[in-house]
């Protein structure tokens, strides 16, 4: 079975989430970020009314560089812009919304090194931009976004919001029910160094939780460094020394986040996606009948569920195609098992926190302990790993090809195969799955050892 990160249109410089790479290099350097924002500025002015912009970032040395980049080429454009400094991105997504603005921009890279940089953008309704908006942009890169700029008189201004961190605080906080406290309940929070460094610990303990943070020291250079849902060892200790109840590592920008329980055992995206799925069907606010995930949810989970009479929607990764199939199938939970959860009754985008409330909803509701209300059901033995190539396409290789027949033939009917190219990496992706832990192993070291034959 092949995934691809990306689906069929012809885009160079967006990926699966927005425009990423080196700061400083390729499509990150000031020229290019200047060029990028003059482009989607012309693409967003429509009418006569002033038009605004706001930017959010993380907490990397490189948004420094990106975001007066940016700043400039939508002031050229003719855009107002609105700067709001460090923010998570579901922020982003909220605030473009609550500010009327046109256009809203991240500056992040997300769960990738601080070296790594990119740009998000999020239309006036909140939701990431469509391909064919992508495609727009990026022919006006090559024919020159010079040709649209705004004349000296129209040039936008540019102000910062000084309450927007606020403005997310109360909106995260109306996500946990009113009649729930967490008074009593004690929170390890690990926010990754990153962009929910402030506002994240002021949630939890401004609705009655004991809290202790972690990953709230970001210097330009450590955001995701051994911290954060991609590094939860820290946090892991941290819940056991500090006896918390529950751990919550957030990402680098905060849209992502997964669970420790109290014993120090993480709990992914597919088990937060059962445990919501479930109690919101018990409760009667899931829609759709289901919930929506990607190629890479668990075949544990897809069971469980069927089980608890709910259907998985699959999609190629990335968070947009969750969206964008909870849009059209009417659903209004999704995620990935990267801890990436979709809940659009409250956000158009994946918020960490809003996802770690739910969570904490249902546990401080119960009142039992989080290794009995998070763990639905026993996943299926999973391996996924990666193989870094530099050029051409390893996935067009007869030898990788011959791998992965083999390989589909081994696991027969009782297990399944994911190849997959990423979208923000030159990486192949492998991601083998079944009932017996052993051929998935096999399987997924024959393929990748194809892979790096070919490259």
């Not at 020159?144 to 995260?172: C, H, M, N, Q, T």
């Not at 509701?365 to 530099?390: A, M, T």
């Not at 030159?426 to 194809?450: F, S, T, Y």
Request: aromatic share 6%; hydrophobic share 40%; net charge neutral.
């Amino acid at each position: 079975m092949r995934g691809d990160d990306q689906m069929t249109g012809k885009r160079e410089i967006f990926g699966t989430d927005g425009v990423r790479g080196l700061a400083n290099a390729g499509a990150m350097t000031p020229d290019n970020i200047l060029r990028l924002g003059m482009a989607v500025g012309r693409v967003f002015k429509n009418g006569a009314h002033r038009h605004r912009v706001v930017i959010g970032k993380d907490t990397r040395l490189s948004g420094y560089m990106i975001e007066p980049a940016l700043t400039a080429g939508f002031a050229a454009s003719g855009m107002d812009v609105f700067l709001l400094g460090p923010l998570p991105t579901p922020a982003m997504a909220m605030l473009t919304r609550s500010l009327r603005a046109d256009l809203g921009v991240m500056i992040s890279a997300s769960h990738n090194p601080y070296h790594d940089n990119g740009v998000k953008f999020f239309g006036p309704d909140g939701y990431k931009l469509s391909d064919e908006t992508e495609l727009e942009i990026e022919r006006l890169l090559k024919d020159g976004p010079e040709a649209g700029l705004a004349a000296a008189s129209d040039l936008g201004r540019v102000k910062r919001v000084d309450d927007a961190g606020a403005r997310y605080i109360e909106f995260a906080k109306a996500a946990f029910p009113r009649r729930i406290s967490l008074d009593g309940i004690r929170i390890v929070i690990d926010c990754a160094n990153g962009a929910g460094y402030k506002v994240a610990p002021t949630v939890l303990w401004e609705l009655g939780a004991e809290v202790k943070a972690i990953g709230i020291e970001p210097n330009g250079f450590n955001i995701n460094r051994d911290v954060g849902s991609t590094a939860t060892k820290n946090l892991q200790d941290a819940v056991i020394e500090y006896r918390a109840d529950i751990g919550i590592a957030l990402d680098g920008d905060a849209d992502r986040v997964i669970v420790c329980d109290e014993k120090g055992r993480m709990i992914d995206g597919d088990q937060i996606l059962a445990l919501i799925g479930t109690s919101w069907k018990a409760n009667g606010a899931l829609k759709g009948g289901g919930v929506v995930s990607t190629v890479m949810a668990n075949l544990g989970l897809e069971k469980y569920l069927k089980g608890e009479g709910l259907n998985l929607k699959r999609t190629a990764v990335g968070d947009r195609y969750v969206v964008e199939e909870m849009r059209n199938s009417g659903m209004n939970v999704g995620g990935e098992p990267s801890g990436h959860v979709i809940l659009s009754d409250y956000a158009t985008t994946g918020d960490g926190l809003v996802t770690a409330l739910q969570v904490l909803s249902v546990v401080a509701g119960e009142g039992r302990k989080i290794s009995d209300v998070c763990r639905k059901f026993d996943p299926f033995p999973q391996l996924l790993q990666n193989v870094r190539f530099k050029k051409g396409d390893p996935l067009n290789d007869d030898g990788v090809k011959a791998a992965i027949k083999a390989g589909e033939a081994k696991l027969a009917n009782k297990g399944r195969l994911v190849i997959r190219k990423s979208g923000t990496e030159p990486l192949i992706r492998v991601m083998g799955e079944g009932e017996n832990g052993d051929i998935v192993k096999a399987v997924v070291a024959d393929i990748c050892a194809a892979v790096e034959k070919a490259v």
